[in-house]
């Protein structure tokens, strides 16, 4: 068989040898301790306690791994996996290079509790310019960028970064292992929040790291046994059985985002708009030259927090919201979680719903 193409390797991404009488992906196992031998004890059986060892989280992560093409070792949140990452790698005396226009969240965790610990923290614009990379020893890139959806150059970075001494570790949250592989761009990491359009159902918080260095998958799984931040064996299976429509749904945001990004763009009431599928969006060439696909993310500014009230409130389809990469439309104006955006910038991210139904929603939202 020639290569599998995406939708097929989603769907059976991670999924044990059929056995007749068997489902084709098992269900949940729920188990805080399992029995042991009473006389071998744990050495005899893969699985002993819950913390370290859950089969159904093993086969989430198999899953994750093929589509990443790296060794992958899931979390309870995006923010769990992020943090796990930055402590495993960063000791006192580091320095480590954040962008300054991504996930607020990475940045605050920095500001604090990693500046505490004699870490140095820096910052760089994800479309730069990057300052030289001697003496950081990690580099964490966000691309596309949630909320401002710049994008920068992975190999071009990496190589910079490497020959510098520095790890590159990649947020791959907005593109999904689908719309880009990071471990094949030079990233000796990924990290990402499987909470978005990985899962895409709105219904769990997950996170991973995928590499393919074992010593450092070594440390994180002990970082993460220890440590304790592991997703429930239900959060798990949900997300593994959302994955196999993983490709179905990237198809549609993206088509929703290719007829809802001109649209905006050309409204009189709309200003900013930013989709790096756009010929004239500054992330074009890169997002083109790099990506699998755009994401249906949509940045735009409608001028200020009451317009964007009027317009989600006269939106029959588009769900005010946080979070992105759903089924649902929704939509959310950053500046009120304190990000650091204008009064009315919205990111859009774009659902599943036809095309048609939601171009009509976003024209009448705006006035016509
Ligand atoms: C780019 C990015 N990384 C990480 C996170 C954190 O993920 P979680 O909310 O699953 O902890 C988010 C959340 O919005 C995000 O947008």
């Given at each position: 068989m020639s290569t599998p193409g995406d939708g097929t390797r989603v769907v059976h991404a991670g999924l044990p040898a059929p056995v007749p009488g068997e489902p084709f992906l098992p269900g949940p196992v729920f188990a805080a301790p399992y029995h042991l031998?009473?006389?071998?004890?744990?050495?005899?059986?893969?699985?002993?306690?819950g913390r370290p060892d859950n089969r159904t989280r093993r086969a989430l992560e198999t899953a994750i791994g093929e589509l990443e093409r790296g060794d992958t070792r899931v979390f309870a949140s995006g923010q769990a996996a992020i943090t796990a990452a930055l402590l495993t790698v960063l000791r006192p005396g580091d320095a480590v290079l954040l962008p300054s226009?991504?996930?607020?969240a990475v940045r605050a965790f920095a500001a604090g509790t990693l500046a505490e610990l004699g870490v140095d923290v820096r910052t760089a614009p994800t479309a730069g310019p990057y300052p030289s990379?001697?003496?950081?020893?990690l580099v964490l890139l966000e691309t596309?960028?949630?909320?401002?959806l710049d994008v920068c150059d992975i190999p071009a970075i990496a190589a910079a970064a490497h020959a510098a001494g520095a790890l590159v570790a990649v947020d791959n949250t907005a593109a999904t292992p689908l719309g880009q592989r990071p471990l094949d761009l030079g990233a000796d990491l990924v990290v990402a929040s499987?909470?978005?359009?990985?899962?895409?159902?709105?219904d769990l918080l997950l996170g991973y790291v995928a590499a393919r260095d074992e010593a450092l998958l070594a440390r994180l799984t002990t970082w993460r046994a220890q440590t304790g931040g592991v997703p429930g064996a239900f959060d798990c299976w949900l997300a593994h059985r959302s994955l196999g429509t993983l490709d179905l749904r990237l198809a549609r945001q993206t088509a929703n985002a290719a007829a809802l990004a001109p649209l905006l763009a050309a409204?009189?009431?709309?200003?900013g708009v930013r989709w790096p599928?756009?010929?004239?969006?500054?992330a074009h060439a890169i997002a083109s030259a790099q990506m699998r696909r755009i994401p249906g993310l949509i940045g735009f500014d409608l001028g200020s927090e009451e317009r964007v009230g009027a317009f989600l409130s006269a939106s029959?389809?588009?769900?005010?919201?946080?979070?992105?990469?759903?089924?649902h439309t929704s939509a959310d104006r950053?500046?009120?979680?304190?990000?650091?955006?204008?009064?009315?910038f919205v990111r859009l991210s774009c659902g599943v719903e036809d095309t048609k139904d939601l171009v009509e929603d976003v024209k009448a939202a705006l006035g016509g």
């Open positions: 031998d009473p006389v071998a004890g744990p050495g005899a059986a893969v699985d002993g306690y226009d991504g996930y607020f990379f001697e003496g950081i020893r596309p960028a949630n909320p401002g499987g909470t978005k359009a990985l899962t895409g159902h709105s409204h009189p009431a709309v200003t599928g756009l010929p004239g969006d500054p029959r389809l588009i769900f005010a919201a946080t979070s992105f990469g759903g089924l950053r500046a009120q979680w304190g990000d650091d955006t204008t009064p009315g």
